[in-house]
């Protein structure tokens, strides 16, 4: 895979947090997929030569 690294665009997020702990113990929710088969999921839909 080709990457391309750059400066943050306008508007691009300094950090970008996620951590489902909370909606799991407020409303008993727990996501289906961790972040590894996420990206890998994207990269099989739009193809490794989009990164």
């Not at 690294?5 to 008993?28: E, F």
């Amino acid at each position: 895979m080709n990457v391309k690294i750059s400066k943050r665009r306008k508007g691009d997020p300094a950090v970008v947090v996620a951590d489902p702990a909370l909606v799991h113990q407020n409303l008993n929710w727990q996501a289906k997929h961790n972040l590894h088969d996420m990206v890998l999921s994207t990269l099989d839909a739009f193809g490794s030569n989009t990164v």
